[in-house]
């Protein structure tokens, strides 16, 4: 819940764009150190919902919690630097922030199957479970499509940055609903459990 309450924060805070001047707002630093934290929570909703997924999914689950995990992980290092190395590029070497504000060419594919596929099949995986709320995977599932559209540079800055925040949103949601039917579940009393369990 947490993970999925500060991604959508980071996503609100988010400038627009990822120019230099964005870099410079005062919003920067601050929403990208909240997404830095949502993403290295999300390592822990991985494994917890492999946990609960992986009796079920077989295979698929495993290959979904490995891709998941390291663009997770990715995404993780990503947003530590532009956090922290690259404002202050920015500042002190203007003359280099395209190359370092670039993803070398070899890195987007783990990018993209690893976070983007990894977390679609994740959300797939838990709209096919009866263990976790169905239209929670959905929610997953649309979030990140949104997001990897907004970042295929087919619309202009605003468009991308609306559909990139709408889509980290909906991610975020998909992430509060699962954590709180878990929360749900776990604090329900021991005679409506008997009950369900009779019915």
């Known amino acids: 819940m947490v993970a999925g309450i500060l991604y959508a924060m980071g996503a609100i805070l988010h400038p627009v764009g990822e120019t230099m001047d964005a870099i410079m707002s005062s919003n920067w630093v601050p929403s990208h150190l ?11 909703s991985l494994i917890g919902m492999y946990t609960l ?15 998941a995990f390291i663009g997770t992980s990715m995404v993780s290092s990503i947003l530590l630097f532009v956090s922290t190395v690259l404002p202050l590029i920015t500042v002190e070497a203007p003359e280099i922030f395209e190359q370092a504000h670039t993803i070398p060419d070899f890195l987007v594919p783990v990018f993209l199957v690893g976070f983007g596929f990894g977390w679609m099949l994740t959300g ?4 096919r479970s009866a263990i976790l709320p169905r239209w929670s995977g959905l929610l997953l599932v649309s979030g990140v499509a949104l997001f990897v559209v907004s970042e295929a540079g087919l619309f202009d800055m605003s ?3 609306v559909l990139v925040t709408l889509g980290d949103i909906v991610f975020g949601l998909g992430l509060i609903w699962i954590g709180s039917s878990l929360l749900f579940k776990k604090h329900e009393p021991a005679s409506v459990k008997s009950a369900a369990g009779l019915s």
């Open 124 to 127: 797939g995986l838990v709209m």
């Open 34 to 44: 909240v997404y830095w934290i949502s993403v290295v929570l999300l390592h822990f």
């Open 53 to 67: 997924l992986a009796k079920d999914s077989g295979w698929l689950g495993l290959l979904s919690f490995i891709l």
């Open 159 to 161: 468009l991308s940055h």
